[in-house]
Every structure is written in C-alpha cells, then in structure tokens.
C-alpha cells in the first residue's frame, strides 16, 4: 500500500460538535424498537456529538457521538448483520467505511486470525479508528486514510462528526476537508472472503465501476439514495447478478408512505441493506 495513505497519528484532530434536528423523528421511531435488555441504553438520552469513552469487549472505545454508536453496536454485535460464513479461519475481509472500528473488533472476535483492511475518510473519525484498534494489538490489520472513489484522487470529503460523513455535498456537514482518494478495484487485488462496503452513497459508482468484484466471495453494501438524485439501484443489482451473486434486501430507512409523505434523512430518501454471495458448490 503507498505509504501516503496511511494515517500517521501525531496529535488528536478537534472534535466535531453539531447538532442534526432532522435526527429527532428518527429516533422517537427507534425508540420504539428499543429492547431493555440491550446494552448502551444510557447513550439514547446522552448528548449528540460529545467525545466520550465507553467499555468494548472489556477494553476502552473512542467515540465522537452517542447515538450513532448505539445504533452501530445494535447492528453490528445484536443483529449481527454483518455475520459470514468461511471456510477458511484467516479469511481476507475488506471493511469500507470502517468509522470507529467496531466493524474489525467484530470480525476479529469472529476470526482471530483474518486479515482486515479497513478504510475510513473522515481525518478525525480515523484518529478513534486507530487508537481503538491499536490497543488491542490486533495482528493483520491494515488501517487506511482515504475516501473509496471512483478516481482514485484526491477529493473533498464532508465530515457529519459521527458516522454519516461523505464525499457528496451534505447540507449538515460540519466541515470539509481534502482526503486523498483510493479505488475500490485496488482493495480488491487478491482473494476476499468478504466485502462491507457502507460509504455513503459512492458505492453504487465505485461498485458498478470496479474490475476486480470477481475477488469477491461475500459482501455487504448499505445502498443510498439521494432525494432529487437519479436512483442507481437498478445498475447496482444488475452488477452482482452479471458478478455471479444472489442477493438480499433489506430496508434500512424509507417512509412508511413514500409516495405521500417523502422523508428523507440526510438528503437521503431510501437507505437499504445488500447482501450478496456466489452460490457455494
């Protein structure tokens, strides 16, 4: 890997405060779903966008927001949605949009040995990303700085401060910064076991475009949509079908009556959860 993109951590970036009033109807909703049981319940009621440590599988975790952790954790440890089958027990995993790590601690605590490659744009969430996987002294894992585009280059990445950051345009963007930029084809160089790709809203390009998705054996992708934006969900599934994959949807965020009551999350009108693998022998 060029050496420019990975992060060299000398000083903690300043952290990222604002506030999102869209944010509010959407969590009285979830509340509703909410198990008592669950673990990080206190984080529903704690403020937005403050830094704070919680306690991981026993060990210190960074994170810059509250909410968006709990829901991250529900998804990520609860439903396990990003749960796999292998047949090897080092398998190769490639994590786009790997935000504050949770991701790689649970593919780590799933597969010790796997080899994880873990890519994360926003400067100040990668900070947290590194620290929390550097003091668990993880091996084969490889931290990358850079925004997944379709060029490769430099580009203006819009920080949120939690885990909603993005190369597009974003109306509740914090800050703007220059990342350097990485294809997704160059992820995808040797054999990978499986592919999670939530990036908010390039995938769809960078999926379509990329040559090396025959590396690919399993994949997650979180599709996203854009309220005004011209809708690529059709060229995405057409993608994996013309790849070789059978694939699953899932709805992560959509109005209960779109076609009379648009909403939208962050300019985002249709979030959905893919999942796709090759038929096994």
Known sequence: ?????????????AVVIKSIRKELSRTRKRWKRVDPSTPFQELLTAPRYQPMTVEVQGQPFGIADSLS?????????EKEIYRFDCRSDAPRIVDCGANYGLAALYFKSKFPNAHVRAVEADPEIFYLLSTNLAQRHFSDLELIHAAINTTGERVEFHCEGADSGRIYPLAQSSRSTQVDGIKLEALLDQPVHFLKMDIEGAEAECLCQTRTLENVEQMFVEYHSFEGEPQLLDEVLRKLKESGFRYYIQTQFCSPQPLVNPETYLE????LNLFARRPRD
């Not at 890997?1 to 970036?13: G, K, L």
Request: net charge positive.
């Open 1 to 13: 890997m060029n050496n420019r993109r990975v992060y060299q951590a000398t000083q903690r970036p």
């Open 69 to 77: 952790f709990y829901w991250s954790y529900q998804e990520i440890f």
């Open 268 to 271: 985002m009108d249709l979030q």
